[in-house]
């Protein structure tokens, strides 16, 4: 009985472990694509929580989840277009305006909240969908085959993401932009294109990853909702050293460990919640510290361009 | 071509170059005024509450001095880190930490006498936002971790450790004995007490000191060796590392001294205002110290009337909220567009700058 208590245990850790990696997935993939292009994008936890407005209103009052899904895509266009106003055309100090962006995220979404919504409500989501078949297999159906849409695109986003990056001529720009972009300026490479594609492809994700918590995922809007999972986002992609799979370990890492502090409190054992918490911070800062050292951090990462210049 | 006279033309320009940030801040409330229209909320109603919040009264005025204390404390630490090149995101960590040492050694010691234990609790407030501004700092100078991620994760953690001590080990006894456990320490003993300047009004002895240790980190900057130094790597890290400054040494060291005015500022806050280690100690100052720091143009001096500036938008916002139902979240969103309308307008100096440089 206790064997059996610890194989569910063990596969429940691994089944909400994926689960919960799809927002960062979303956000972390399309952060990748900002960062290789030379823009560090701190603002996704804006981004992150404008689109989990969007999408849980829309859903909401239109009663369509794919609709939902849309606004929040659309609105984190929008706010990565901002984004690439401010630190590509403009070329603001990238650091404090994604705190800029962030801050404004934040606030709009919490008035927003409070205006329209004024409290606590939750819809339905998008529902899980089981793979005939391999959903059927006894604990790893449920671990693996037993989702909700968005689960499974996060997945399918990486391989396509790795391939955009490393086989196409898009992916080979974006990394050009990013590593030397007065090169590939030279070289007849429209860098302000590109970044303003890559920055708005993030916004999107981000927007997108913002719907996945609260239409896919919690199926809720709350004010402060995303509690700082952009800026892990952000994190996850150092971590991942400007690699999608990388990326990808990081965010299943991390959402391991996020699910084995929920298990510990599901569990009872005697950790108090608040330390159980810290953990995935602590993670983050020595995945930081150990992703440090690797040297293919994009050579031209929060340095803005400027055409004929030195 | 090259004309070296400051003529008229050129005056106008260095004053349109000193207030276009500055414009940062009507621009954004004018796109608040936006929001309230859509949201259908009269933004003259809604922001006259706000102005009436703020300086509507000279006890409105103390409150918002009192708010404006640890916005600038914290600014001061940002406006360091930055002038040395780095950024510290981490204040609202650093002043959590800064709160709940000062408390705990005043509260441990509260047998000691006013002129001993008042000023240790600061000092201790300081070296525990010291130490969590160290941490990014050793990370960035050892390793080269991004210290703007790593300030945020020490945000995060100061918080839940915060929480954790504040639900359990440091609760107030008597919440325990009362069965409502609300989530604050026990009172702090009366001697650490910052001096109220004109009772029953809140305004404390910790808004003098904010204002003197500004002075103190022009002082620093400016006049100093080290400041130099500070200010020499922030503007040029490779000429400074030929010219013999150990760079690291000095990023490292803008953090530390970041997160120590951010414990300062957590310490004033328990120390003069609540007198208890509570949730919520901080409430964004960390984050709305930044945006003082900017609008300051990251002088010490500016950062004073930039931190009574947003320390009045801030109580203005609670006004509104309790006037005319506005969320005070407007203001969250409003601060946010300052800080992107500031960095934003950075362009136009910098343009400025390299023109001169290719005129000669």
Known sequence: ?310 | MPDNKPGIKEYLNRTLEALLPLLGLPLALLLGAVMLLALKVNPLTAYSAMLEGAVGSGYAISVTLIKATPLLLVGLGIVIAYRGGVVNIGGEGQLIVGALAATALSIGMSAWPRWALLPMSLIVGVLAGAVWGSVPGLLKSRIGVNEILSTVMMNSIALQFSNFLLRGPMIDPAELEAGTRIAQSALLPEQVWLTRMAPPIRLHSGAILAVVMAFLVYIFLWRTTIGYRIRAVGLNPHASRYAGIPVPFYQALCLILGGSFAGLAGAVEVMGLHHRMMEGVSSGYGFSGIVAALFGKLHPLGAIPASVLFGGLLVGGNQMQRAVQVPSALIDAILGLVVLFVVSADIYSRKRARRREING
């Open chain 1, 1 to 310: 009985m206790a064997e059996l208590f610890t194989l569910t245990t063990l596969f429940g850790i691994l089944t909400s472990g994926i689960r919960l990696a799809t927002p960062y997935l979303y956000a972390a993939i399309g952060e990748t694509f900002a960062q290789c292009s030379g823009v560090l994008n701190l603002g996704v936890d804006g981004i992150m929580l404008m689109g989990a407005y969007s999408g849980f209103y829309v859903a909401m009052k239109s009663g369509n989840l794919w609709l939902g899904l849309l606004a929040a895509a659309v609105t984190g266009i929008l706010m990565g277009l901002l984004m690439a106003l401010v630190s590509v055309t403009l070329q603001a100090q990238q650091g404090i305006s994604g705190i800029g962006l962030q801050l404004f995220g934040l606030g709009l979404s919490t008035l927003l909240f409070k205006t329209t919504l004024g409290g606590v409500e939750s819809i339905a989501g998008f529902a899980r969908i089981k793979i005939p078949l391999l959903g059927d297999i006894p604990y790893i159906g449920d671990a693996f085959f037993n989702h909700n849409i968005l689960v499974y695109c996060a997945f399918l986003l990486v391989p396509l993401a790795n391939w955009v990056l490393n086989r196409t001529t898009f992916g080979l720009k974006v990394r050009a932009v990013g590593q030397n972009p007065k090169a590939a300026d030279t070289l007849g490479v429209n860098v302000t294109l590109i970044r303003y594609i890559t920055v708005t492809l993030g916004g999107m994700l981000a927007g997108i990853a913002g719907a996945s918590l609260s239409i896919a995922l919690i199926n809720l809007f709350q004010e402060n909702m995303t509690s700082g999972m952009g800026f892990i986002a952000v994190a996850l992609v150092y971590f991942g050293s400007w690699r999608p799979i990388g990326v990808m370990w990081g965010a299943l890492l991390f959402s391991f460990i996020n699910a084995l502090q929920l298990w510990i409190q599901v569990l009872g054992i005697p950790l108090p919640s608040d330390i159980a918490v810290m953990l995935p911070y602590i993670l983050t800062i020595l995945a930081l510290t150990f992703a440090a050292n690797r040297a293919s951090t994009p050579a031209a990462l929060t340095k803005p361009f400027e055409r004929g210049e030195a």
